[in-house]
């Protein structure tokens, strides 16, 4: 089956450590995406990335970082920074920018205590 | 800036009617529009897009109509099934840049 993957659906870490987030594509799509989803809001996107090792920060990347070192794979760092970490976060891939369906994984809910 | 809005947080509808999510958008120069449905505690999923050259699309049981005169979009579900319980949200693109999101409505379907 094709899709993307995320992982793990829960998380829970301590103010002040950094965590990542797993994102994995086999639909071969070009760009992907990473949100911030808070309860009863929309989404927010924080990075996204057109191509393999390039990514741009979208309306909220302050304390967060990503890397595209493969095409099927996104992850993103939640760092220390991030003064309000806890949210569920979705990625996303299309097969290319802009006016294409996003395809949505099924998110990860991190809670930083 | 520009943005996409809803008309409605909430939509309560009866069982077996049809319902009508509403989305306006500032853009005029948008030639792109998506609608997704959200579950509780998953992610979105698509439902169907429309691109400006067109006044309207059709899938099934749902309907979108875009009116670009008044920049206006909808999303018509035909018979409502308990099933269609959700957060609706739109999204817009132009010039290729990223989709731009709506705050979303909940569906709230009544038995």
């Known amino acids: 089956d ?3 993957t995320q992982s793990p659906k829960y998380l829970f870490r301590k103010e002040g450590q950094n965590v990542t987030l797993s994102c994995e594509q086999n639909l071969n799509h070009d760009a992907m995406y990473w949100y911030r989803q808070d309860p009863g809001q929309g989404l927010r996107l924080i990075y996204y990335s057109q191509i393999v090792n390039d990514f741009q920060k979208g309306d909220i990347a302050e304390g967060y970082s990503v890397s595209r070192e493969k095409k099927e794979s996104f992850p993103l760092t939640v760092t220390s920074a991030q003064k309000n970490p806890t949210a569920f976060y979705l990625c996303a891939s299309s ?8 395809y949505f994984g099924p998110g990860t809910r991190l809670t930083v205590t | 800036g520009e943005s996409v809005g809803l ?3 909430t939509l309560s509808v009866q069982e077996g009617d049809n319902s009508i999510i509403n989305c306006a958008y500032s853009n005029s120069a948008s030639d792109y529009f998506i609608w997704y449905k959200q579950e509780s505690g998953k992610g979105p999923q698509f439902i169907i897009d429309i691109r400006s050259n ?3 699309r059709q899938g099934q049981r749902v309907t979108v109509l875009l009116n670009k005169t008044v920049k206006h979009l909808s999303l018509q579900i035909a018979a409502t099934q308990p099933g269609d319980s959700a957060v609706y949200f739109c999204a817009e693109n132009w010039d290729n840049y990223q989709l731009i999101w709506g705050a979303g409505t909940k569906l709230i379907i009544k038995p």
Do not use: T
């Not at chain 1, 097969?95 to 996003?102: P, R």
């Open chain 1, 2 to 4: 094709g899709g993307i």
């Open chain 1, 95 to 102: 097969e290319g920018q802009g006016a294409y369906e996003q």
């Open chain 2, 7 to 9: 008309h409605l947080p």
């Open chain 2, 54 to 56: 067109m006044d309207k």
